[in-house]
């Protein structure tokens, strides 16, 4: 790759969208419901019984269904989860995050498209609804 003006022209540009985007009120949104999140310690009691119980597992998941109290543990890990997922904090950051990540695939798509139609964009996201991703077939035809 050359370095030339017009390479430090697009990240200077880039340097712009990245700051319009941290400024923007949706990524505002997403870094107060993190941080009400992690100061929550109803949350912090649910994510650390997730992790524990995910641990005693995964010391018995290649095991399989052969393993003493696989779907005991399996079942606890699922409780454990399901008691962090039903937080109303991290249920707002997960929205919070799905927005912000709607934003850059939109603005990855924008960016592509701008280029050529025909490039393929993954936006890693199967509720994404707008024409792009390649639906698994990201290869050259």
């Not at 993190?34 to 005693?56: D, L, T, Y």
């Not at 399901?82 to 798509?109: G, K, P």
């Not at 139609?117 to 707008?130: L, M, Q």
């Amino acid at each position: 790759m050359i370095y030339d003006d017009h390479f430090f022209a697009i990240e200077d540009q880039i340097d712009k969208l990245v700051d319009t985007l941290i400024e923007s009120k949706t990524f505002h949104e997403y870094q107060q419901a993190k941080r009400q999140m992690h100061e929550n310690p109803v949350v912090q009691e649910c994510a650390n019984e997730f992790i524990q119980a995910k641990m005693s597992f995964e010391q018995i998941e290649r095991f399989g269904k052969f393993a003493p109290d696989y779907k005991e543990k399996q079942r606890a890990l699922r409780k454990a989860k399901r008691a962090l997922d039903i937080q109303e904090e991290v249920a707002l950051f997960r929205l919070s995050e799905n927005d912000v990540q709607a934003i850059l695939d939109e603005t990855c798509l924008t960016i592509a498209h701008q280029i050529s139609k025909e490039i393929k964009v993954d936006a890693g996201s199967p509720f994404f609804t707008t024409s792009s991703g390649c639906g698994g077939n990201c290869h050259v035809s």
